[in-house]
Each structure stands twice: as structure tokens, then as C-alpha cells.
């Protein structure tokens, strides 16, 4: 299965189960959330006409050019009082125009004469260098709508307006499940057979930089009756994500549960790493499961696990960004399945790790992006390639 | 000043001023620390010489080529039992080797005889198809060195080597201090000649994501007393980060204060947003004084403060990714500073906010990331610019 087309049946499942429960929280609690409702401008940005420039206030209306005495000083976060008819204003930038003003000279275009009053020396227009009230935004207008993810510029976006705190979808519950005897946790002696478990902690980090709250469903026993019994116990997940263990192999037990209790989907996707997805439900909630070697968990959790959250969410946007880099490597023997290879920029070149094992999580810690070859595609040094940064997609 | 140079700057100083402190947490408490020494790995990966391949394990050494019966089925997370002489044993991927055989034969190219032996068709090597111990990382190999920012795959790294804690560095404590009378909170009503205080919101939620401790002085009083018992009372901070307020100009008691009990200074970047920036210190404690549009303070904490307190923590990589990008706009006047203009992508180009006024957080929030046009450039459509990522900056 092309890569596109599991991407389009996951985000379309994904918007037929839309976590849909909002809360309100406060600004310091939203960062990483997504908002629930359109965010209206709870004010006008600038909230009065203010000036753009450091100089004097005055009003043009009736006003014959002569100088005129400075009757207040007007700085930034001050009330100022009515202008005084005859007068003008020292005002700086970002004050308020006093009333009965109507444009602001720039001190460079000013004089102050011995007897403290100010001569303009250059013509002037009603309203220049004022800033009138509402010009960046008005009261009432749409600044973020529904969806969208909310991180530090969003914060201090809705902070600027007023807003205090936000409605936003609830987290998402998701239940990571490992698979597997043979998995032991770090910091325990490995018995024989074990290899310690990553892919849980790569997971439940990953998952909270998404906004989900993490039911650690732990590993999950080669037996099928506990097998059941542990899929029953993750019946308040908004979504079960496994690793490793869904095959047509013996002693499949998460597969066999997943047949008899609920529905289960086996893709062979067309990209390497990353082949066997599971995608389905038991009981009703949903069941994603990624293959188990870390580099594959890695780049399907990227490139379809964290779409389908993002989207459960109401995300409008959920794929990372990719540009276009010059290989930095040949590739001489095309494959037959879409590569995603753990890269890094030299220069405006991508190299690659040298042994892309799928079995490595050292050169995903090493790679600052991932780099696609398509299927059945070879390349030269120099040609065009596509990378994406990993910062598009772990955050 | 440029760009480059004052970066430069900033690095030396903040290479002369590292926070060396360590503590010892927990990988669940680790996402986003730097680590503080190298990491040497816990033990070989893979932990044991395993099977590549679903099949048959034999002894290849004294073998005539017969058919063998099974005397073992070994799975993933088993201990296996020494091969018996004159026996092959069957295997699953990843499951260790039996003590005794040398090789794996995949199980396409076997049969299962009647009476349950299994017959090999194909000529075979000794070792193949046998992934040996330590392939991947050898006990003692250094897998993380010393100011890695951890992420989810440098946890799951870590993990899958069996640590389950790791040193890093402490947290820097950073002091965010806004300037000006004229700011208020949101949730509060505005008086006459106020407005929100965004740059706040912006930077304590963006060094929370940097693994800072935030220390909120709040709101710098218009008061040469109150502001010198304001930066006083920062002495247990790393850094003193301000917006806004050091200028020149009149009431600029922070600066003031700052020539007083420390020093300070003033450089005037050659950039577009972000002119004015401080860096001095009080009373030995660093200081750095950001411009206090939310444009401005966007555009020098991604590309100075962020840098800065990352090399502190002793990263070696401290700057974003960019990319060469087509530009999707015109440029038709040359600038006389580097301009960062938010912007998007769409298809391979680089379109730009309507308004890159730098007093426009909208444009901040709609945008992906930051186009740069060098200064004295023109531009046409189709012309090549960098694009920076905003993702690559805000975490």
C-alpha cells in the first residue's frame, strides 16, 4: 500500500472519531494544545490611535504654522489629557494621541526655540505618523481559528488580545502497548533472550510533545487470555498504540484478540523502514500498530501516527514540511518500496548514516531530518531530494 | 552590527559563563535536558548473536548435508537451549542463537519431511542470515556525547542500552523581566494608555521549552529604586532576559541601573525586525535586554537568546536549520539590514505575511517559518532565499 493511501484512510477515520471535548484552560497550561474554538480579538490592536514615532503630538485643524508651546508630555502606558487648543504634545512611541490631535512630527523635523515652544520645519498631513486604533486588528475579527496548534507565538498572540485562557480539545488518551516477552526495561538485568524496550520511552515522549496523556499499557504477555484481558483494561483510550507483534506469524496473540473482538486491518506498507502497519479497533477503540524495530516505529509514528492524532484533534495541517536538498550520497540500486533514510545537511547537501539497518536507533539520534528516495528510483551525487527535518515532526 | 558578529559574541560569553551543574533524573524527566556527560553504552546491541531471519538454526561444522530433525523451537525473548549434535532447532527473527550453531537457513529455503525433518535445498555459510552480538554498539562505545539535547529518540536510545537515568545538566534559571508601566496582564481590564503584555507569554512558554526555569519578575516599574531592587532580587538567576525599555531615550531606568551596578551594552543589529539589543550584566549576573515588539523579540530570541542559553548548557549545535528555497514574492527594494520576513510555504515557494509591520504577532502565528533577504538584495519571484523552519527554533 502507497504510502499516501494509508495516510488518507487513517485521516479519514481520524475525522470520523474527532476527540471532540473541550475545556478551558489557562495561557500558561495551553502550550502544545489545540484550540477548540475560532479565537476572536477580544480587543482592538493598537487599542487607541498611538504614535509611530518619538516627537510631538499636535492638531492640524485651524492651525497656522506658527510654533506652539508643549502643554503635556505624553509617554507610552500614560492617560493623557485632552490636547489644549494652541498647543502641542511631547509624545514618544507607542503613547496614546491625546484627544483633539490629529498627527505627530517626528522630532527631527522639529525645533525648540529659546523660549521653550516648537518650531515645525517641515510640511505636514493629517495623520501621519499616528497609528490609528484597531489597525493591526479589530475587536471581533478571527485571529486563530478552530484547530490550530498552539505554541509560544499563539500564546502570546491571544495574550496581546486580552485573552487569559483558551478553550481547547481534552487530551487524547493513548494507551502504549509494547509486545513481546523478550522485552525487558531499563535500569532491569536483562534475562536471557531479553533486549531492553525503546520504543516505549521514544513513544510516551513523543506523545506528550503532542498533548496526549500516556496510559502506559505496559508489555503486553505472549498469552492470549491476558491479551484480551489487557485490551479490555484500555477501554478509556481514545486510541491503543502498539509496537511489534501484529504478523501472520505463530504466537500472535494481539492479532488473534484484535480478530475476535474488534477488527484489524494488516497493511504492507510500500516504504522502508516500516513495512507491517495494523490499523482497527477492539471493542470500538481504535488499535494502531507500528512495527517494532525502532528506526520503523520511528517513521511510521512520524509519517501516520501522529497525522491521525493531529487530526483526531481537528488539525487542519498535520504533515511536516520538506524541502528540496542535493544528495550528498549516490543511491546506485533502486528498491521497490519508498526509503526514508536518516540524514543530515552538510552544507546544502544531505548525507546519510552509514548503515541504515532498520534495527538503529543511533543514526536516528544522529540524523537531523529524514531524507525519501522514492521507489524504484536511483541517484547521483547532486540530484534532487527531498528532507525533512525531524523538528517538523517531534514536536 | 552584524548579525554573525553579535551571535559570535553571544557565544563566546555564554562559552565563558557555562552552566555546569548536573543532576542525575529519570528518562521520563529528561525530554528536552542537555546531557552532561557522554553516554557509554550498558551493554552490546544486540545483547546476544540472534537469528535474521524466520527459519532453522544449525551446526554447519561436522554436518553432511542430511536432513535434521527440530529439537528446539526458539522465539523471541526465549532462552535457548545448546543445539544438540545432529539437530538444527527452528528460530524466529530476533530470537538469540543457540549455543552450538553456527548459521541460519531462512525457511523458504527448506522442507519439512514426513517423518518432521526438515531437509536444507540450498548451499549454506557459516554465520549467515546471524546478526552477532555487539554488531550494532559494543559495551563501552560512546552513543551520546556531552551536550545532546535529549529527545524522544535520544531517550529511547539511552533506554534500549539500559539505562534507565541519566545526568544532565541543570536547569538555567531565567529571569524574564518586562519593561514599561504601559503593560497589563490579560484577563485584566486595560486603563487609559495600556495595553497586553505578549512578549511575557511568548518567552516564558518558549523557555519552558528550552528546559529553563523560569523565574517571572513581571513588569519593570517606571522607578530608578524599584528597578535596581528588581534586578537585585534576579541574583539567583542565570540570566536576566528583559523586552523593551533600553534605549536611549528618556526613562530608561533599566538601562540606568544597569550602568550603575554592572554594564551594558547597546549594539544596533543589522537585522529587520530586532534593531536595539543589550547584553551586559548586573551585579555579575548576565543580562540580556531583547527589542520589545513581538516581532522583534521573535526574530532575536530564535536567532541570539536561544543560541546563547543552549551553549551555556554546553550544546555544540546551537543554530536552526535552513534551506534554499525559491522565493514565491518580490523584493524590489534593496534594505540596508538583513530582513526576516514570516513566511510559508507554498509548493516549493516562499510566500510572505501581507504586513511584516514588526509589530504583527498575526503574522508570526500564520507563519511556518522565517525568509531571509540579505541585505542591499533585490529579489524577483523564483529568485533563491533561505527559509528557517520556525519548528527548528521553538523547541
Not at 479565537?39 to 497656522?64: F, I, K, T, V
Amino acid at each position: 500500500m502507497p504510502l499516501e493511501q494509508a495516510l488518507e484512510h487513517l485521516l479519514e477515520a481520524a475525522a470520523r472519531a474527532p476527540i471532540s471535548a473541550c475545556e478551558v484552560v489557562a495561557l500558561e497550561h495551553a502550550d502544545g494544545r489545540v484550540l477548540a474554538a475560532d479565537l476572536l480579538a477580544g480587543c482592538d490592536l493598537p487599542p487607541w490611535p498611538n504614535s509611530a514615532m518619538d516627537g510631538y503630538a499636535l492638531r492640524l485643524e485651524g492651525w497656522n504654522g506658527e510654533p506652539l508651546a508643549v502643554s503635556q508630555r505624553i509617554f507610552a502606558g500614560t492617560a493623557p489629557a485632552p490636547l489644549r487648543a494652541g498647543t502641542c504634545a511631547r509624545i514618544f512611541t507607542g503613547a496614546p494621541m491625546p484627544e483633539g490631535a490629529d498627527c505627530v512630527e517626528m522630532q527631527e523635523n522639529t525645533e525648540v526655540l529659546e523660549d521653550g515652544q516648537v518650531r515645525f520645519t517641515a510640511p505636514l498631513k493629517p495623520g501621519q505618523n499616528v497609528r490609528p486604533q484597531g489597525q493591526e486588528t479589530r475587536a471581533g475579527d478571527t485571529v486563530l481559528v478552530a484547530g490550530t496548534r498552539l505554541g509560544p507565538v499563539e500564546l502570546g498572540l491571544a495574550a496581546s488580545l486580552g485573552h487569559a485562557e483558551l478553550s481547547v480539545r481534552r487530551k487524547p488518551r493513548v494507551a502504549v502497548l509494547s509486545t513481546g516477552d523478550e522485552l525487558a526495561e531499563p535500569g532491569q538485568p536483562l534475562a536471557p533472550g531479553q533486549i531492553y524496550n525503546s520504543n516505549r520511552r521514544v513513544l510516551i515522549s513523543w506523545l506528550q510533545r503532542l498533548g496526549c496523556e500516556v496510559l502506559d499499557a505496559g508489555i503486553l504477555p505472549d498469552d492470549l487470555a491476558l491479551t484480551r484481558a489487557r485490551l479490555q483494561g484500555c477501554q478509556a483510550a481514545d486510541l491503543i498504540l502498539s509496537t511489534g507483534g501484529v504478523s501472520v506469524g505463530e504466537a500472535d496473540y494481539l492479532g488473534q484478540a484484535l480478530r475476535e473482538g474488534g477488527e484489524l486491518g494488516l497493511w504492507k506498507l510500500a516504504i522502508k523502514p516500516g513495512k507491517p502497519l495494523t490499523f482497527g479497533h477492539y471493542a470500538g477503540v481504535p488499535v494502531l500498530g507500528l512495527p517494532g524495530n525502532p528506526a520503523s516505529t520511528l517513521v511510521t509514528f512520524a509519517l501516520l501516527a501522529r497525522p491521525y492524532l493531529l487530526r483526531r484533534l481537528g488539525c487542519a495541517e498535520v504533515q511536516p514540511l520538506r524541502f528540496k536538498v542535493r544528495a550528498g550520497f549516490a543511491w546506485p540500486v533502486a528498491g521497490n518500496r519508498r526509503e526514508f533514510l536518516r540524514a543530515r545537511l552538510e552544507g546544502e547537501r544531505a548525507v546519510i548514516y552509514p548503515n541504515q539497518s532498520s534495527g538503529v536507533l543511533r543514526s536516528a539520534a544522529w540524523a537531523q531530518g529524514l531524507v525519501e528516495v522514492p521507489e524504484g528510483t536511483t541517484l547521483a551525487e547532486g540530484d534532487g531530494v527531498y528532507f525533512i527535518p525531524l523538528s517538523e515532526v517531534l514536536g
